[in-house]
């Protein structure tokens, strides 16, 4: 009996990890690929998730049993602040279509991926599994926080009603590889290396949006990844589940990108300093404090993850960062800019 993963959103930044992650790690060990099954990384070129009809084709040309649900209007703080009806929109109708033609096609498992700003922006912390409807999000984000949140009501409803094996996961900020880079629409990571290469390049100044004062937590794409196929053959249930990075040694700083639990987070001043090492530039930045900080933190537990998984090791985060400035700088022609 073969099985075939569709991973929607398959071109996108943790798509394109996952299909890194598969092809490189040993066949037939814990994240690699198995013999027995086929991968299918799925673009909005191949079906635009946001028509029924477009998705339900997609379903019955691949006939997928396992589904991967990564597609979504995506992007950081400043395109979530323009476009919120958009956001809401927009993944309103994809998320529906999918897990729609999933139960339609009796795909035997769904994870679709959340994300921390889900969270409610006034909530005890540190942020677990629990909280995710206790309260409204972060007005930043609320259209993209609802419109994901629903997918957490949608797949319990699923599984009432028709006993559908979906379930979710809540990835913190991810960077790496293949990100969108692009100067406003992009997340902190990838918009910073970019606006840092520039001032390098171009010997003009490298500004920093917001105080730099708001803290977050990070993870490395290609050990997302590893923690999708994880949840994919080892986890079955309905709840979903935080996949954010592990505390395995004490701040310095180099360290704390990986090691971030939930009562480490690093600030935005923290990240801009370690993207000017990682980039290599001379100059000093400053901060544009006319521009929004969005939510101040959103420290989320990863004790769930760490009690499921055993043994998982983290990339450093100077190493992660360090990939994801070369990919940058050998794909800068042809890379989302
Ligand atoms: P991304 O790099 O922007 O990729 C988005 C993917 O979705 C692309 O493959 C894109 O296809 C596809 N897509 C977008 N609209 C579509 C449509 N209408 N129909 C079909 N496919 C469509 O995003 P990402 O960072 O990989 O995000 C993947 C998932 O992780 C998303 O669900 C996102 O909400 C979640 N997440 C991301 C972060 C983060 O920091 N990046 C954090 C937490 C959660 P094309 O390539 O054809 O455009
Ligand atoms: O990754 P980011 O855009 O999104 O980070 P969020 C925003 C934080 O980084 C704010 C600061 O404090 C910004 O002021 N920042 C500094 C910058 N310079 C820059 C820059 O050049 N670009 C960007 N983008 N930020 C997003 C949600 O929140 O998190 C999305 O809006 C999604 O829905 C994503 O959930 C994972 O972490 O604030």
């Not at 990564?70 to 009806?85: D, E, I, P, Q, R």
């Not at 956001?87 to 897990?99: A, H, T, W």
């Not at 999933?102 to 677990?128: N, R």
Request: glycine residues 6%.
């Amino acid at each position: 009996m073969s099985t075939i993963i569709l991973v929607t959103g398959g071109t996108g930044l943790v798509g394109k990890a996952i299909e890194y992650v598969i092809e490189n790690e040993p066949a037939g060990s814990r994240f690699g690929k198995r013999p027995n099954e086929k991968w299918i990384f799925a673009s909005s070129s191949e079906a635009d998730l946001r028509d029924p009809v477009q998705t339900r084709k997609l379903y019955e040309k691949y006939q997928p049993t396992h589904v991967i649900h990564l597609a979504a209007l995506v992007g950081g703080l400043f395109k979530n602040m323009k476009y919120k009806l958009t956001f809401l929109r927009e993944n309103i109708l994809i998320n529906d279509n999918v897990l729609h033609a999933s139960y339609e096609h009796k795909a035997q498992k769904l994870i679709s991926c959340l994300s921390t700003c889900v969270f409610p922006d006034k909530v005890e912390y540190p942020l677990t599994e629990l909280n995710i409807h206790n309260g409204p999000p972060h007005e930043s984000n609320f259209g993209y926080a609802h419109a994901k949140r629903m997918v957490d009501v949608q797949n319990h409803a699923y599984k009432e009603e028709f006993g559908c094996n979906f379930t979710s996961a809540i990835p913190t900020n991810v960077f790496g590889p293949h990100d969108n880079y692009d100067l406003e629409d992009s997340h902190v990571i990838p918009g910073l290396i970019h606006k840092c290469y520039l001032a390098k390049k171009n010997n003009t100044p490298f500004v920093v949006s917001g105080t730099g004062k708001p803290l977050r937590q990070f993870i490395y794409s290609r050990d997302l990844a590893k923690l999708f196929i994880w949840q994919l053959r080892e986890y079955d249930d309905v709840e979903p589940v935080i996949l954010s990075g592990n505390k395995i040694c004490p701040r310095p700083l180099s360290c704390i990108f990986n090691v971030v639990g939930e009562d480490e987070e690093v600030s935005i001043k923290e990240v801009a300093d370690a993207i000017v090492k990682a980039v290599g530039f001379q100059g000093s930045y400053t901060f544009d404090t006319s521009r929004a900080d969005g939510q101040y933190r959103k420290p989320a537990s990863n004790k769930k993850l760490l009690s499921l998984i055993g043994d998982f090791k983290f990339t450093p985060f100077e190493e992660a960062l360090n990939e994801s400035v070369k990919w940058f700088l050998e794909n800068y022609n042809n890379a989302r800019i």
